[in-house]
């Protein structure tokens, strides 16, 4: 039973650049979190996709927008990078059936800005 | 402000003695879930362990054991026997009914342990 997988594992983009990180669920999963962890923090949450649709969304700009696929695998897309948007960058995923539903967390993206 | 405080940035224990990490929190909703997560070097968030605020007995699980003070708004977190494997990152962390599809974290507590 494969648990959530992201890739790319690392990714290194220059100021200003766009770049795209995928999350695929756990098996029997529909519902994708995405979160930012900055160095020596705890995970910020930036957005929920439920049925193809942003269902809630963190205090993050319009640069940073989102996709969940039929599959229910899930794309974080970053514009205009800035240096301050380097960190680890991790997917969690849960079946909707509640506030309860524990999460599921993959290995993450560590995107570097530079 | 939804936050959790962390106090301790980092702990060390002896193997197989016991450790005690710190966790507060602040919400003005009654009912509400609280996690403990472990993040080891290979950087996946792994469930310790998770308490339902409405419920008033402790949580348990094999080794680890919380003890949670909803007054005092306090959910530490209780490793026994601690192993070499338990050294990580560990997460204090909630979520509310009104924020049911995100959880608010803590900083981090960084726990070594010594062989």
């Known amino acids: 039973d494969a648990g959530v997988t992201q890739s790319p594992t690392h990714l290194i983009k220059t100021r200003g650049q766009q770049v795209t990180l995928r999350c695929s669920p756990k098996?029997?999963?529909?519902?994708v979190s995405w979160y930012q962890q900055a160095l020596g923090q705890g995970p910020q949450f930036i957005f929920q996709?439920?049925?193809?649709?942003?269902?809630q969304r963190g205090n993050f700009p319009d640069r940073f927008s989102g996709h969940q696929f039929p599959n229910y695998s899930s794309e974080l897309n970053v514009n205009a990078l800035l240096l301050g948007d380097s960190a680890l960058y991790l997917c969690?995923?849960?079946?909707?059936?509640?506030?309860?539903?524990?999460?599921?967390f993959g290995n993450g993206t560590r995107l570097t800005v530079t | 402000a939804q936050t959790v405080t962390q106090s301790q940035p980092e702990m060390s224990v002896q193997e197989a003695e016991t450790v005690t990490l710190s966790c507060t929190y602040d919400?003005?909703?009654?009912?509400?879930?609280l996690f403990w997560y472990k993040q080891p070097p290979s950087r996946q968030m792994i469930l310790v362990i998770r308490?339902?605020?409405?419920k008033q007995q402790n949580a348990t699980e094999n080794r680890f054991s919380v003890n949670f003070q909803k007054a005092a708004k306090s959910f530490s977190l209780k490793i026994s026997d601690s192993q070499l494997g338990d050294a990580a990152m560990y997460f204090c962390?909630?979520?509310?009914?009104?924020?049911?599809?995100?959880?608010?974290w803590g900083a981090g507590t960084k726990l070594i342990i010594k062989p």
């Open positions: 969690a995923s849960s079946l909707d059936t509640g506030w309860d539903s524990p999460l599921h």
């Open positions: 919400t003005s909703e009654s009912d509400y879930y």
């Open positions: 962390a909630y979520r509310t009914l009104d924020s049911n599809y995100q959880l608010i």
């Open positions: 098996s029997g999963h529909d519902t």
């Open positions: 308490q339902e605020a409405y």
């Open positions: 996709y439920y049925e193809e649709e942003e269902r």
